[in-house]
């Protein structure tokens, strides 16, 4: 084996460091090179770079408690790593860990780490046939947020929107209190001006709520806030509509995106409102 060396990280051979389930110094460094050889070389993003680290450090440990190593490992053998895999993780997850498992070996044979990369099975990611959300599936999503709090309120007048109304979770982020207009019953959407339909009570007891409160109105203030009363995140967005989906018999029926493609273009607008 080609002797392991690098200009920008520490040589833990020569440290004599070992992991927690036993790995050689010689191995840990050959993975912080791979790890380092993407990062540099092909620059993908830190959270990538840990993922595949964290990936191959388990498939190394995986043949070491094997008795075997990267120099013997065979094609049968990333079989029963597959098969160990899918026992504990998703098809797609299984999919992802393998194709880190293969470009490492790519990697391992460029440096001449090794004579030759054994046969590794294609995993193909799984894709979930999704269709439009039904009116009754939004109102039973609906029916799981309780009509006490403000930040429940919130969250109804965000699942509306996107349900009967076709926003993005994006575009519900950046909304500020000028957008919506009550007295008119008209929401602006990307510069064009929409009627509210069935999303305006959830809109209008949300707005209520936050006057009661003696909570910010100016035009320019966000309309939706976290418990901070700061502009809530798309990702906090999310969060909350999976806790109200798996409330129902309806987790991995739709997404956040399916709910809003479903509607977006079927939203009557009303253009010369624009400028007017």
């Known amino acids: 084996m080609k002797p392991i060396t690098s200009g920008f990280l520490v040589n833990l051979e020569q440290t004599g460091k070992v992991s927690k389930m036993g790995l050689s110094g010689a191995t840990l460094s050959r993975i912080n090179q791979f790890s380092c050889h993407g990062l540099v070389l092909e620059k993908v993003s830190l959270n990538t770079e840990k993922a595949y680290r964290n990936h191959i450090k388990h498939f190394e ?20 790593y597959i098969a160990e895999l899918q026992k504990s993780y998703s098809l797609n997850t299984t999919a992802t860990r393998i194709a880190a498992v293969k470009s490492y070996f790519g990697w391992l044979r460029r440096e001449k780490h090794i004579i030759y990369v054994p046969t590794i099975k294609s995993i193909r990611h799984t894709k979930v046939q999704r269709t439009d959300a039904t009116e009754e599936e939004i109102a039973e999503l609906l029916k799981q947020i309780p009509p006490t709090r403000l930040r ?6 965000m699942i509306s929107l996107m349900a009967y109304q076709g926003f993005s979770t994006q575009e519900i982020v950046d909304m500020n209190v000028d ?12 510069e064009t001006w929409c009627p509210m339909k069935k999303a305006c ?6 707005a209520q709520a936050k006057q009661n409160l003696g909570l910010s109105q100016k035009d320019d203030d966000p309309f939706f806030l976290n418990k901070v009363g700061q502009r809530i995140t798309s990702r906090s967005l999310r969060r909350h509509f999976n806790i109200y989906l798996e409330k129902t018999n309806l987790k991995g029926r739709f997404t956040t995106r399916d709910l809003y493609l479903s509607r977006s273009k079927k939203i009557r607008r009303i253009p010369q409102l624009v400028t007017g």
């Open 61 to 80: 440990e995986h043949l070491h408690t094997k008795g075997k190593t990267i120099c013997n490992t065979t094609g049968e053998d990333i079989d029963e």
């Open 201 to 206: 009570g959830h809109i209008l007891k949300y």
């Open 152 to 157: 429940y309120t919130r969250d109804a007048a």
């Open 179 to 190: 957008d919506v207009d009550l007295h008119d019953n008209i929401i602006q959407r990307r």
